[in-house]
């Protein structure tokens, strides 16, 4: 039974796409419901009685600062689980546990440093990120209460990376899955029954996010882990820094350049539409994020499996896992493509019932998702990339599509034959066209082709 066992987590054995399957089935789920920790608290929010457009409105403004949390969590979390399994696939295990340590330490500085800077300067990035007089006092009390959890956010997310890397599946999904019931259940508690409102949202995640932390560290230190966390790993090491690093910097630049495009967006949204159309985004945003889920999960759990073969060497199964991965993807977000177009009533309405977002919503869900299977490409090539350690590929191209399409196109088309604010939500679906398109192509061009070598 233990060598059955054993056998699963060997990722250069059996077939690929059964291994892929093993993580991804309960790592997407895992993000699903680690996704509940915002997107619930939108939902509960966005029907309070009275003031519901303008508390979702106030939520939606700290969207770039929760995204901002998670691009640290990855640049140390995505940045050391591939060369953690690399390690694995030559044996090496000193050397895993000694990176696992580093990026532990990462986290945990950058944590403390971030919820203090943050909490420092809330108020000038509130209104920078498009916060009226009307709606900062509803972003002010959820996002004074959340970053008093920044670290557990960090250690969840960027550490459950660890517990993945070693095949450990369904454990990565009950690390996300008991914080996110909980606050699943604590939010009605605090928003409602306690009458604490937005600030009851923020007190639930908190609870709810430390709960994931505390689980992530009881098992990566515990007997079950392949390769525990341990203090003298955690001993800081310059090189394994800097290799760390620079491998998390595409996911940490996705996520910082999300941020970036939307405070962009909320701002000039709030030039050309006002709070309304700020609220519209923090539903389209909601949506993306559960629709991104699936494609995450699936491209995230490959990673480990083109790492571990990769460093054995197996250039066939990483080209197995290469195709499988693409072709998953493509077929999902040409699905999720049509019951957006067919149904965008029910998507916006799972958020807010108001007549006038509702109206104006569902043409800005259809330009906004337009061609979204032209982003599987860029999730499937960005993957390869990470997961083989292509650093600067990654990099360069988590630049392209935000910040050197999206962001100019944001601030540029709603200038153009009076577009206004149809432009911004335009700007997404051609930078899907165009940074899809050449991530995937390059990738085909230089990894693809030295697998067959």
């Given amino acids: 039974m233990e060598h059955t066992s054993t056998e699963k987590r ?17 790592m997407t789920f895992a993000q699903l419901i680690n996704v509940l920790y915002s997107v619930v608290d939108r939902i509960y929010i966005g029907h309070l009685p009275h003031t519901s457009t303008e508390a979702l409105t106030g939520i939606g403004l700290t969207l770039p600062v929760i995204t901002i949390v998670t691009a640290f969590a990855n640049l140390f979390g995505m940045g050391g689980a591939p060369l953690f399994s690399m390690e694995r696939g030559r044996e090496n295990t000193d050397k895993a546990r000694t990176i696992m340590g580093n990026s532990f330490a990462l986290i945990l500085i950058f944590g403390l440093l ?38 557990f956010v960090m250690i969840s997310l960027g550490m459950n990376n660890f517990i993945n890397a070693q095949g450990f599946g369904v454990m ?12 699943l259940i604590l939010d009605p508690v605090f928003i409602f029954i306690f009458g604490l409102g937005i600030r009851g949202a923020a007190v639930a995640t908190v609870i709810s996010q430390m709960i994931s932390a505390l689980w992530v560290l009881k098992f990566l230190t515990g007997k079950k882990a392949l390769i525990t966390l ?22 940490f630049i996705m996520s910082i350049t999300n ?24 539903v389209i ?40 991965m693409t072709i998953f993807c493509i077929v999902f977000t040409l699905i999720v493509w049509a019951l957006i177009f067919f149904f965008p009533h029910f998507f916006i309405q799972v958020f807010n019932s108001d007549p006038a977002l509702l109206d104006n919503g569902i043409p800005a869900l259809h330009v906004y998702f337009f061609g979204i ?20 590929h990654t990099i360069f191209f988590s630049l392209l599509r935000k910040a050197v399409i999206v962001i100019p196109l944001t601030i540029w088309l709603p200038t153009v034959g009076n577009l206004g604010t149809t432009g911004v939500f335009l700007a997404e679906p051609i930078s899907n066209f165009i940074g899809g398109t050449a991530c995937f192509v390059t990738m085909m061009f230089t990894v693809w082709r030295k697998l067959d070598a």
Avoid: H, W
């Fill in 10 to 26: 060997d990722f250069g054995v059996g077939s690929v796409s059964a291994a892929i399957l093993r993580l991804a089935i309960p």
């Fill in 114 to 151: 971030l919820s203090l800077l943050c909490y420092l300067f809330k108020e000038p990035l509130l209104y920078l990120f498009g916060a009226s007089d009307t709606t900062y006092p509803y972003a002010d009390a959820y996002l004074s209460i959340y970053l008093l959890g920044t670290i």
């Fill in 172 to 183: 990565g999904m009950l690390t996300v899955s008991i914080g996110a019931v909980l606050n």
């Fill in 230 to 251: 341990s203090r003298r790993s955690m001993r800081i090491k310059r090189r394994l820094v800097r290799d760390i690093t620079t491998l998390g910097l595409s996911g």
């Fill in 259 to 282: 941020g970036a495009v939307q405070i962009i967006c909320n701002a000039t949204l709030q030039n050309y539409g006002g709070d309304l159309y700020i609220g519209i985004m923090t």
């Fill in 285 to 324: 945003n909601s949506v993306r994020e559960i629709v991104n889920i699936p494609v995450n999960g699936f491209t995230n759990s490959a990673q480990p499996v083109m790492s571990f073969n990769y460093g054995a060497q197996k250039y066939g199964r990483v080209k197995s896992a290469i195709r499988f």
């Fill in 373 to 392: 299977f032209m982003m599987a490409l860029q999730f499937s090539g960005q993957s390869t990339f990470v997961a083989l350690g292509y650093s600067r």
